[in-house]
């Protein structure tokens, strides 16, 4: 029985002087030898919850998220509500991107702490990020009302106001912040993305123009500020920040698109259809059919009429608009000696549901004549 004491009380003795070594590592910073003291300190003690902490905070600081969430969560079966580990394991779950995981351990903070706006934010942030804006409003507004300077509380609040279409209230929040620090460029921007959703293209102008010198625009804010200054045509500089937009660019279409109709209105085809064609062959969304729209009326301004043939053509497999067919038989009219593929467009938008009546009368009367011309020519 003295021997079996003496036995605990060595193991006693060398686990309280392991876990002052392993305090002064951690507090040191020497996480590889905190971790390694702290799975020594667990063999002798495996309910030990100091060590399972220290073992758990060392693997954090040492980007060991494995280890890390096993010794945490042994850490939380022996004390499950200790707020360390409780916030520790939110923090490692939200890293991993483990959604749920991480709401699960920030729920149970709030718990323990119902106005703590970090906590609250947090969870807005994750319902955002699982894309459940109806669930994530709630907390961005509870942590806003605890706290309205927080950054990312501001952020989040009007992403999802602007998302819901309550530009009032964004532009509302968004004015009160810059009051309160007008020097926060990401306000700023924020500021100027709600104008340009709005159609305000001249305040967003405005507002990416107040950031001339203290930022470098990405080729997001580029194409944003290049069409704005497309809307109010102001062309050189939509040019100069559309033609920014495409440095880099993995996916140019849109503004090589917009440079096309930039230097369309400025009276430059060739560079028009240059960009047109940068826009066709980058083309992966809806908006092919615009490409060939625009491509099909440049070559016909041009009197390339072949090439407007096919991309008229070439428009149809994209859009179902009945006006394609009008401008398909317009084209044939004038280019094919055999009059009756222009009539077999001219009927197809005839018998469409377009509700232009000028152009429908335009169609019938002049697939009527044409009908005459062939049968005249066959005698």
Same mark, same amino acid.
């Given at each position: 029985?003295?021997?079996?004491?003496?036995?605990?009380?060595?193991?006693?003795?060398?686990?309280?002087?392991?876990?002052?070594?392993?305090?002064?590592?951690?507090?040191?910073?020497?996480?590889?030898?905190?971790?390694?003291?702290?799975?020594?300190?667990?063999?002798?003690?495996?309910?030990?919850?100091?060590?399972?902490?220290?073992?758990?905070?060392?693997?954090?600081?040492?980007?060991?998220?494995?280890?890390?969430?096993?010794?945490?969560?042994?850490?939380?079966?022996?004390?499950?509500?200790?707020?360390?580990?409780?916030?520790?394991?939110?923090?490692?779950?939200?890293?991993?991107?483990?959604?749920?995981?991480?709401?699960?351990?920030?729920?149970?903070?709030?718990?323990?702490?119902?106005?703590?706006?970090?906590?609250?934010?947090?969870?807005?942030?994750?319902?955002?990020?699982?894309?459940?804006?109806?669930?994530?409003?709630? &907390?961005?507004? %509870?942590?806003?009302?605890?706290? +309205?300077?927080?950054? /990312?509380?501001?952020?989040? #609040?009007?992403? =999802?106001?602007?998302?819901?279409?309550?530009?009032?209230?964004?532009?509302?929040?968004?004015?009160?912040?810059?009051?309160?620090?007008?020097?926060?460029?990401?306000?700023?921007?924020?500021?100027?993305?709600?104008?340009?959703?709005?159609?305000?293209?001249?305040?967003?102008?405005?507002?990416?123009?107040?950031?001339?010198?203290?930022?470098?625009?990405?080729?997001?804010?580029?194409?944003?500020?290049?069409?704005?200054?497309?809307?109010?045509?102001?062309?050189?500089?939509?040019?100069?920040?559309?033609?920014?937009?495409?440095?880099?660019?993995?996916?140019?279409?849109?503004?090589?698109?917009?440079?096309?109709?930039? &230097?369309?209105? %400025?009276?430059?085809?060739?560079? +028009?259809?240059?960009? /047109?064609?940068?826009?066709? #062959?980058?083309? =992966?969304?809806?908006?092919?059919?615009?490409?060939?729209?625009?491509?099909?009326?440049?070559?016909?301004?041009?009197?390339?009429?072949?090439?407007?043939?096919?991309?008229?053509?070439?428009?149809?497999?994209?859009?179902?608009?009945?006006?394609?067919?009008?401008?398909?038989?317009?084209?044939?009219?004038?280019?094919?000696?055999?009059?009756?593929?222009?009539?077999?467009?001219?009927?197809?938008?005839?018998?469409?549901?377009?509700?232009?009546?000028?152009?429908?009368?335009?169609?019938?009367?002049?697939?009527?004549?044409?009908?005459?011309?062939?049968?005249?020519?066959?005698?």
């Amino acid at each position: 029985m003295r021997l079996t004491t003496i036995i605990i009380a060595c193991i006693l003795s060398f686990t309280l002087s392991g876990q002052d070594a392993l305090m002064e590592a951690y507090q040191s910073e020497d996480y590889p030898l905190a971790l390694r003291l702290a799975k020594e300190c667990i063999e002798l003690d495996s309910n030990n919850y100091q060590c399972y902490e220290k073992a758990g905070l060392a693997a954090f600081r040492l980007g060991n998220f494995l280890e890390c969430k096993n010794a945490l969560l042994k850490a939380e079966e022996i004390q499950p509500e200790n707020k360390l580990v409780l916030k520790q394991l939110a923090s490692v779950y939200e890293q991993e991107e483990n959604v749920p995981k991480a709401i699960k351990y920030y729920n149970q903070l709030l718990k323990q702490d119902s106005l703590n706006a970090v906590y609250t934010r947090k969870l807005g942030q994750l319902f955002m990020k699982a894309d459940m804006m109806h669930d994530a409003f709630p &907390y961005f507004a %509870k942590a806003y009302s605890l706290n +309205a300077n927080d950054f /990312y509380t501001i952020k989040g #609040m009007v992403e =999802i106001l602007t998302t819901n279409k309550q530009y009032e209230l964004a532009d509302s929040i968004l004015t009160e912040a810059l009051i309160v620090d007008s020097t926060n460029i990401q306000f700023t921007l924020l500021s100027a993305r709600s104008a340009y959703i709005q159609k305000k293209y001249n305040k967003t102008i405005e507002q990416i123009e107040s950031l001339r010198g203290r930022l470098d625009l990405n080729n997001y804010y580029n194409k944003m500020t290049g069409f704005s200054y497309l809307q109010v045509d102001s062309l050189d500089r939509a040019i100069f920040h559309l033609s920014k937009s495409l440095v880099d660019e993995p996916r140019p279409e849109h503004a090589s698109y917009y440079l096309g109709i930039a &230097y369309e209105k %400025k009276g430059e085809p060739e560079l +028009a259809l240059e960009y /047109y064609e940068k826009a066709l #062959m980058a083309g =992966i969304s809806k908006d092919t059919d615009l490409y060939h729209r625009q491509l099909a009326k440049l070559h016909k301004e041009k009197n390339q009429l072949k090439k407007a043939i096919h991309h008229y053509t070439e428009a149809t497999k994209y859009d179902d608009d009945p006006l394609l067919w009008f401008l398909l038989a317009q084209v044939c009219d004038d280019y094919y000696k055999d009059k009756n593929i222009a009539i077999r467009y001219y009927k197809k938008f005839s018998d469409s549901d377009h509700e232009n009546k000028s152009y429908k009368k335009y169609a019938r009367e002049r697939s009527m004549y044409l009908k005459e011309q062939v049968h005249l020519s066959s005698k």
